[in-house]
């Protein structure tokens, strides 16, 4: 339904009316739809959420959302890494087979979206501001109230959520355990045994393949993380930098706690009390 929202060929009020009339439908059954039909009407409210974030501060889409994250990144990225990862050559399997994915059909689901720009923005160190405009062509369906707050999210720039870095290996085994995804948007990888898929660097046969049919990593991604990681911390630590977040959290935070205020994602959760009536056990007369 994503693209229709996006163009208007449907309104937010008409998926919510529908799905509640299926709701009350199915009232009173064991059916597990009502679960996925109450989280997908706790999706379409984000959703609105997020367009009103865009509302209430426009320059979203242009400056960080925490100003201490300004030129962390070279503001114009490095032409090579930028092309490698646009056409889906950055000698990394799983991401490579996303990104050409997403070129031929301009879909693609929320966790490789995610994936995509936080590998840019850690592991390639490219600024969001080029990449998101990238995948915003891209998108079928781009709103850019959804789409610049996430993009922010995935390139740690909010100051107030947590630090979120894919594994682009890990994620190619939890998300393609087969590898029929990958293989059908990556078919140089044909002769690379399955163990060796999402990590053709370690295969013995690779200086067949590596450099000849398939580029070698653009990047070494432990290193390339570790620094990363180390970068966008050190900016955390600065003075000054919790008590912009804060003001931050006020605008803009989605969690909210038991009383309904808004929180910092930065904050540590408080354990819940175990739930229960535990009047029995009490003598208070």
């Known amino acids: 339904l994503s693209p229709y929202l996006a163009y208007g060929a449907i309104t937010v009020r008409e998926v919510v009316q529908a799905t509640a009339r299926r709701q009350a439908e199915l009232k009173g059954s064991r059916s597990g739809w009502l679960s996925s039909l109450s989280s997908f009407q706790s999706r379409l409210a984000w959703r609105d959420h997020f367009t009103q974030k865009l509302e209430d501060q426009p320059d979203i889409e242009t400056k960080c959302l925490h100003p201490a994250y300004e030129g962390l990144r070279p503001e114009v990225p490095d032409p090579a890494l930028f092309l490698a990862w646009k056409t889906g050559q950055t000698g990394v399997p799983f991401v490579d087979a996303c990104m050409r994915y997403l070129i031929a059909t301009g879909w693609l689901n929320f966790r490789m979206r995610a994936m995509l720009m936080s590998f840019a923005s850690y592991q390639l160190w490219l600024d969001w501001r080029s990449t998101g405009l990238h995948l915003a062509r891209l998108f079928t369906d781009y709103e850019p109230g959804i789409h610049w707050p996430q993009v922010q999210m995935q390139s740690g720039t909010t ?24 293989r059908r948007w990556v078919p140089e990888l044909a002769p690379v045994p399955d163990v060796f898929l999402q ?15 398939y580029p070698r ?11 990363a990681r180390d970068r966008v911390w050190a900016v955390r630590r600065d003075r000054g930098f919790a008590a912009k977040a804060g003001q931050i959290v006020t605008k803009h935070a989605s969690r909210k ?29």
């Open 199 to 213: 990590e053709p660097w370690r295969w013995d046969g690779r200086g067949t393949l590596l450099g000849v049919a």
């Open 159 to 182: 100051g107030i959520n947590t630090i979120r870095i894919y594994n682009p290996v890990k994620q190619g085994l939890d998300q393609d355990p087969d590898g029929i995804f990958t």
């Open 217 to 227: 990593p653009v990047v070494d991604l432990k290193t390339a993380v570790s620094q």
């Open 257 to 285: 706690d038991s009383a309904g205020h808004f929180v910092n994602d930065r904050a540590p959760r408080r354990p819940r009390r175990a739930s229960g009536d535990d009047r029995q056990m009490s003598f208070d007369l």
